[in-house]
């Protein structure tokens, strides 16, 4: 899609599949994968797509009214949309995407023009898999930046906060310490947005090079949480505190005997509550 090494592509999305997989694809061409947050306002998109001269836009489908007016700002000549559909099975994603069509019809959805500049995700996969020729890895070149993500601006200015694939790599080495144990096979919720740091380095790419399966959680709302807990009975998770009080303070959760490390942060951490 001419993507070139050095270039910034920026993502506005929820955390599904398509989102991990443009992560590693973006960084094996030796580009920055440009992350902003779908909570912020539209002078903020418009700002953080044009401060990194972004010509391609990863946007989830149900964004589109919010990202309309940015993307007219800025310079962006082309967005890959994605449908929370992509990821579901065959009969679920018809059904779907039919239900998307009726809701447009109805005008509670916003239909997304057609045509060059916005390209579905298995058109672009269709279209690319046929001009996939000799591609050649980047280079490994010290402190190469992997992903800009944003401070959330509530002490000013939201602020871009780069890390390089060092610091990505740092984290993992870290982990690999012998008193710790993440294991190839066990399960980690992820539950902070790749939006974050901390959802991007320890929630993503550290369990992944452990081998460790990754289930991703679109949503993030520590109201469900005990409940997908105890749904997919992780052997890790990483969460904001008050995810863990929501947790302990509800019956949805009937068995942690599969627990390896269940990490909480961020947040304070009253006395009853430890």
Known sequence: MGVKEGDFVSICMADTPELIYTLYAINRIGAVANIISPMFTQEQISQHLNSTESKKLLMLDQ??????????????????????????PTPLKCIKLAQNKLDIMRRKLVAIPNGDSYVRWDDANRVCAND??????????????????????????????????????????????????????????????????????????????????????????????????????????????????AMVTTNDVKDLSQGVYYLTGGEAMPAPLE
């Open 132 to 245: 996939y020729k000799n591609f050649v890895d980047a280079t490994y070149k010290k402190d190469r930046p992997y992903v800009m993500v944003y401070s959330s601006g509530s002490t000013g200015a939201s602020k871009g906060i780069l890390l390089s694939n060092d610091a990505i790599n740092a984290t993992i080495v870290q982990h690999q310490h012998p008193h710790l144990h993440f294991d190839r096979g066990k399960r980690f919720l992820k539950i902070i947005p790749s939006i974050f740091s901390t959802g991007v380095s320890t929630s993503l790419a550290m369990p992944l090079w452990f081998g460790t399966t990754v289930i991703l959680e679109p949503k993030f709302d520590k109201t469900t949480f005990a409940k997908k807990v105890q749904k997919t009975k992780p052997h890790y998770f990483l969460v904001p505190t008050s995810h863990l009080e």
């Open 63 to 88: 964004l589109y009214p919010k990202l309309e007016k940015p993307i007219k700002e800025s310079g962006i000549e082309q967005s890959i949309v994605v449908s929370i559909a992509d990821s579901l």
